[in-house]
């Protein structure tokens, strides 16, 4: 089942305020415009091929609004040069690299054509992959039956029954994201998926002027993204893919820990990131904890993403 048009109505006017503001990012351009040459010598990593075909799918947390550049094919995505499937895409030194993540996606769009912030619409993310296809990246599920437009609409707190509502519509997440990971493999059997989980947005004990919330009210708000996590989790095992967890990762590194935050506040800010969305630095250390996750190895240290030139796949 599907949320109601008033919900879809609501998940997208929450991002619609990004598609008015992307005149004011300094050069819209695409990722092939902005990536640099770079990489690393090619090599097999784990079960994937010396040369990897990459396909990069999922919602804003993956698609990076606002962080840095915003890729023009198609800007209504709001999909930046330097989200961690682009960082991933330069260190793993892809043959070619498909990036269809969109922000306010959800498990239904990889089977529809989705309405774009700029109310404009893209193709299906399934379509990007084929039996070529070496390696996805999947995070997804936030959006689904409008859990994350609810948390926002909980910035003062939740009541107990829009916890309970929550806390059920995240459990439902696993079976959605288990029949995208089996759509995904019987297109491209050989692929190996990776199913990412969310990173911490709230802190665990005390809040701050961003989230101005008491300790129960940010307990209950970790109860739900642990269930969102969890049901990520159990889908990707229910389909037969790897699932990698960066909550402990940016454990630290909530919207309420100044400098060292992976989370931007309140704000919109172009250039920075989307309200309460990963900043340059989230982006960055989620990619190094897939990185590892793919290859058992440490990330390279890296200040900006730089996928191979020529590997960046136009949508």
């Given at each position: 089942?599907?949320?109601?048009?008033?919900?879809?109505?609501?998940?997208?006017?929450?991002?619609?305020?990004?598609?008015?503001?992307?005149?004011?990012?300094?050069?819209?351009c695409?990722?092939?415009?902005?990536?640099?040459?770079?990489?690393?010598?090619?090599?097999?990593?784990?079960?994937?091929?010396?040369?990897i075909?990459y396909?990069?799918?999922?919602?804003?947390?993956?698609?990076?609004?606002?962080?840095?550049t915003?890729?023009?094919?198609?800007?209504?995505?709001?999909?930046?040069?330097?989200?961690?499937p682009?960082?991933l895409?330069?260190?793993?030194?892809?043959?070619?690299?498909t990036?269809?993540?969109?922000?306010a996606?959800?498990?239904g769009?990889?089977?529809?054509?989705?309405?774009?912030v700029?109310?404009?619409?893209?193709?299906?993310?399934?379509?990007?992959?084929?039996?070529?296809?070496?390696?996805?990246?999947?995070?997804?599920?936030?959006?689904?039956f409008?859990?994350?437009?609810?948390?926002?609409?909980?910035?003062?707190?939740?009541?107990?029954?829009?916890?309970?509502?929550?806390?059920?519509?995240?459990?439902?997440?696993?079976?959605?994201?288990?029949?995208?990971?089996?759509?995904?493999?019987?297109?491209?059997p050989?692929?190996?998926?990776?199913?990412?989980?969310?990173?911490?947005?709230l802190?665990?004990?005390?809040?701050?002027?961003?989230?101005?919330?008491?300790?129960?009210?940010?307990?209950?708000?970790?109860?739900?993204?642990?269930?969102?996590?969890?049901?990520?989790?159990?889908?990707?095992e229910?389909?037969?893919?790897?699932?990698?967890?960066?909550?402990?990762?940016?454990?630290?590194?909530?919207?309420?820990?100044?400098?060292?935050?992976?989370?931007?506040?309140p704000?919109?800010?172009p250039?920075?990131?989307?309200?309460?969305?990963?900043?340059?630095?989230?982006?960055?250390?989620?990619?190094?904890?897939?990185?590892?996750e793919i290859?058992?190895?440490?990330a390279?240290?890296?200040?900006?993403?730089?996928?191979?030139?020529?590997?960046?796949v136009?949508?």
């Amino acid at each position: 089942m599907h949320p109601s048009p008033r919900a879809r109505r609501v998940r997208l006017s929450r991002l619609a305020a990004v598609a008015v503001l992307l005149a004011l990012v300094a050069t819209a351009c695409s990722g092939s415009d902005a990536a640099e040459e770079g990489g690393f010598p090619q090599q097999s990593f784990g079960d994937l091929p010396a040369e990897i075909d990459y396909v990069a799918m999922g919602d804003s947390y993956s698609a990076g609004p606002l962080v840095t550049t915003v890729r023009s094919d198609p800007s209504g995505c709001v999909r930046s040069t330097d989200n961690y499937p682009a960082f991933l895409a330069g260190w793993l030194d892809v043959e070619t690299y498909t990036d269809v993540t969109c922000s306010a996606a959800d498990t239904g769009d990889f089977t529809r054509r989705q309405q774009m912030v700029d109310g404009k619409r893209v193709a299906p993310q399934l379509d990007a992959v084929s039996t070529d296809t070496d390696l996805v990246t999947l995070g997804i599920g936030g959006n689904d039956f409008g859990i994350f437009s609810s948390l926002v609409g909980c910035a003062e707190g939740c009541s107990p029954k829009q916890q309970k509502r929550l806390l059920r519509d995240a459990a439902r997440v696993e079976a959605r994201v288990r029949k995208v990971v089996e759509a995904i493999t019987d297109r491209a059997p050989e692929a190996e998926v990776f199913v990412i989980g969310y990173p911490q947005v709230l802190p665990e004990d005390e809040s701050c002027g961003a989230v101005p919330l008491t300790p129960a009210q940010l307990d209950a708000a970790a109860e739900i993204a642990g269930r969102l996590n969890g049901s990520l989790a159990a889908g990707a095992e229910g389909a037969s893919a790897s699932y990698v967890d960066v909550s402990d990762a940016s454990e630290g590194h909530d919207v309420c820990a100044g400098k060292a935050a992976w989370i931007n506040g309140p704000e919109m800010l172009p250039g920075i990131a989307a309200p309460f969305h990963p900043v340059l630095d989230g982006m960055r250390g989620v990619a190094a904890e897939v990185f590892s996750e793919i290859t058992g190895d440490e990330a390279p240290q890296a200040e900006r993403a730089a996928p191979p030139r020529d590997a960046v796949v136009r949508n």
